[in-house]
Every structure is written in structure tokens, then in C-alpha cells.
């Protein structure tokens, strides 16, 4: 009975240390992120193996594990650049990115954690410097929005090429002028478009004219047509035509045959 406490000790210590080698060598990756092992006596960090995934591991207590988060992320700057003619234009832009999951050991490796610092937001603004760049104020305020947002785009994503980088999306969401060239840019537009419905009212009228001229020129062919068309003849055999139908009418009546110009019949009624 003596004896079992000296037996007991060791196991009990054995236990204790058993326990805190499994905490140190226990390591769990939470939902959205990947696990970069490096072996201290081995070959460092492990490139040619899939990082650790999520859920619980169980590493040897000489080795790391450095956690990374391979969701998609977002990066949103603020960057001044100069347009063509060289003034001064604040681009706010956010680029969504996440690592590249089967080279994330490559990612830590070359680049590290702070990887963001080191090559996407430098990517991403000399991009923005080359791609405004080529544009002027007039264009980055008006039109050519989109086209900068993609060019920005396809600019860093080149660049990004072999980072073990993904860049999935590059937004541009507010170009910034400086107050007058913004103002006189609004009042050029304004003007444009003064000109534009000027235009426009011009030409309506010009076809307004057009269709009363028209119209006019018709009934002008119409009168001229009929009055070729009416002789004598014809005016007398309608006017007969007429002094038949009224006196067929009930209304009282004075029909004299023959007594007016051309010898077409004056007729005499009550009214």
C-alpha cells in the first residue's frame, strides 16, 4: 500500500506531460482559412503539400503552423494620379482578391503575411497611375468610367500574375476632379446639351414647314386640277342636277328656268 503512491507519481506526471505536448502540438483552422505548416527540422515551409485544411490537426510541438484566410477579401484605396494633362485626380477603388489556395506554403514563403502590403496595393496603383494616365479629366468624369475601372483590372491582375495572387474584381466607385475643372466640365455639358435641343427644335420646325408646304402645294394642285376639269358644260348638267333635287323637295319654291348667268335657273324659296 506503501508503495502505490511512488508508482502513482510518475504515471500522474507522465499524464501532465502528455497533455500539455497534445495542447502545444493541437491546432485548429477556423471556417475560411488554410494552414501553412513549417517543420523546423525538417525543409521548412511545406510548399508540395496541400495547406492544412479546416478542423482540428495535430502537429509535432517543434513545428508551426502559420493560418491564413483564403475567403475572398476586399482592399479599399484611396490613391491621387495624374490625368494626361497632368492634373491632380483622387480615384477611390476597392479590389476584391484572396490567395491562391494551392500555393498558399509559395505565398507564405516568398511573400508573408502582410503579402497585401507588399505586392496588391502597390499593383494596384501603378495601375491606376498608368491608366488615367492615358485619359483626361473630361473623359474620367464622363465617359470613360467603365472603361478605367477595366483597364485598372486587367492591368493588376497582370502584375499579380505570379504572386500567387488571385484578383478577382477591381471597382472604381467615386473619380474626384478638382472644383474648377469640375464646374467648368458641368457647364460644358450643359451647353452641349442647350445646342443639342436647340438643334432639335430647329429641325422639328424645318419639318413642320415642310408638311404645311406640302399640304398647301396639294391643295393648290387639287384647285388647279378641278378648275381645268369644270366647263361650262359640266356646270350646267350639275346645276340641272340640283334644280331637280329641290324641286322634288316640300319646301315652296320659285324655279325660273334659264334666267341666270349661263342660263342656269334662279330659284326662289321662302327663306
Do not use: C
Not at 503512491?5 to 493541437?26: D, E, F, R, T
Request: hydrophobic share 40%.
Amino acid at each position: 500500500m506503501e508503495r502505490l503512491p511512488k508508482i502513482g507519481i510518475p504515471i500522474i506526471i507522465g499524464i501532465i506531460i502528455l497533455i500539455i505536448v497534445i495542447a502545444k502540438s493541437a491546432v485548429t483552422i477556423d471556417s475560411g482559412e488554410a494552414g501553412v505548416l513549417f517543420k523546423t527540422f525538417g525543409e521548412g515551409v511545406v510548399v508540395d503539400e496541400p495547406p492544412l485544411a479546416e478542423g482540428f490537426h495535430i502537429v509535432a510541438p517543434w513545428n508551426k503552423v502559420f493560418i491564413y484566410e483564403v475567403r475572398q477579401q476586399e482592399l479599399f484605396e484611396k490613391m491621387k494620379v495624374l490625368s494626361s494633362n497632368g492634373l491632380e485626380i483622387q480615384i477611390d477603388a476597392s479590389a476584391w482578391y484572396e490567395p491562391v489556395y494551392s500555393d498558399l506554403g509559395k505565398l507564405h514563403q516568398n511573400l508573408g503575411e502582410n503579402y497585401l502590403q507588399r505586392v496588391i496595393q502597390p499593383a494596384i496603383r501603378s495601375a491606376a497611375r498608368s491608366v488615367v494616365g492615358r485619359y483626361t479629366p473630361e473623359q474620367l468624369y464622363s465617359s470613360k468610367r467603365d472603361a478605367i475601372q477595366d483597364e485598372i483590372f486587367e492591368e493588376t491582375k497582370l502584375i499579380l500574375e505570379k504572386q500567387f495572387v488571385q484578383l478577382n474584381e477591381v471597382l472604381v466607385r467615386d473619380v474626384t476632379l478638382p472644383n474648377t475643372i469640375k464646374e467648368a466640365i458641368e457647364r460644358k455639358l450643359r451647353q452641349e446639351q442647350e445646342s443639342l435641343e436647340y438643334e432639335f427644335r430647329l429641325v422639328t420646325a424645318s419639318k413642320e414647314a415642310e408638311k404645311v408646304r406640302i399640304e398647301a402645294q396639294g391643295k393648290a394642285d387639287a384647285n388647279r386640277i378641278l378648275s381645268a376639269s369644270l366647263t361650262d358644260k359640266i356646270l350646267q348638267d350639275k346645276g340641272i342636277d340640283a334644280t331637280i333635287k329641290l324641286s322634288q323637295s316640300s319646301n315652296s319654291k320659285v324655279i325660273v328656268i334659264g334666267s341666270g348667268d349661263s342660263g342656269m335657273p334662279i330659284i326662289l324659296g321662302n327663306q
